[in-house]
T-cell receptor, first 118, second 111 residues
Framework: GAVVSQHPSRVICKSGTSVKIECRSL??????MFWYRQFPKKSLMLMAT?????????EQGVEKDKFLINHASLTLSTLTVTSAHPEDSSFYIC??????????????FGPGTRLTVT | LAKTTQPISMDSYEGQEVNITCSHN???????ITWYQQFPSQGPRFIIQ???TKVTNEVASLFIPADRKSSTLSLPRVSLSDTAVYYC????????????FGGGTRVLVKP
């Protein structure tokens, strides 16, 4: 159990275009989903926290108008990178939590999406 | 959120036991300790979580002393496929609370 998927796994887009990344919890209801970005050989950096049906909470320094997050259901959250630029190229990873009956604060991570902006 | 400190890297050999210690001096009463494993270009994978004493599952053991200011992840008899980055995280024991990733420990298992 506790499987999280992301789509697409890899995307290349041109500068100025927008890209949407989907994150789905396949076998549990995720009340909270998180979005991270990770640069090569660096740790994960939390971008935002989203709760189903409410606005996302962004970390300091993350532009909410550039990284649009929608958490419309308990199994789906989307991250849209608007007007992407080469510096937005990164590995984007989502995670989900809220599995009933589990202690602590386990988060289950998706496989990640490699975004390359040319 | 409690800050964590881990060694940057560790080398080991196949079949050996690997122990990674994480310091978290400011851990709060409600905090759990969680370890994740990450392979290149993949999302982190949950390994183990604990609150105090010792926790063991099919892949690892987690040792937490009484003062909870540190914890040690123990990987028994590692194989080449255990080469990865291991992250220690500390946070409140409730679903939905955010995690802050530190630098992690890069473990290299050699033949």
């Amino acid at each position: 159990g506790a499987v999280v998927s992301q789509h697409p796994s890899r995307v290349i887009c041109k500068s100025g275009t927008s890209v949407k990344i989907e994150c789905r919890s396949l076998d549990f209801q995720a009340t909270t989903m998180f979005w991270y970005r990770q640069f090569p050989k660096k740790s994960l950096m939390l971008m935002a926290t989203s709760n189903e049906g409410s606005k996302a909470t962004y970390e300091q320094g993350v532009e909410k108008d550039k990284f649009l997050i929608n958490h419309a259901s308990l199994t789906l959250s989307t991250l849209t990178v608007t007007s992407a630029h080469p510096e937005d190229s990164s590995f984007y990873i989502c995670s989900a939590s809220g599995m009933s009956g589990r202690p602590g604060h386990e988060q289950y991570f998706g496989p990640g999406t490699r975004l390359t902006v040319t | 959120l409690a800050k964590t400190t881990q060694p940057i890297s560790m080398d080991s050999y196949e079949g050996q036991e690997v122990n990674i210690t994480c310091s978290h001096n400011n851990i709060a009463t409600n905090d759990y300790i969680t370890w994740y494993q990450q392979f290149p270009s993949q999302g982190p994978r949950f390994i183990i979580q604990g609150y105090k004493t010792k926790v063991t599952n099919e892949v690892a053991s987690l040792f937490i002393p009484a003062d909870r200011k540190s914890s040690t992840l123990s990987l028994p008899r590692v194989s080449l496929s255990d080469t990865a980055v291991y992250y220690c995280l500390v946070g409140e024991g409730a679903a939905g609370n955010k995690l802050t990733f530190g630098g992690g420990t890069r473990v290299l298992v050699k033949p």
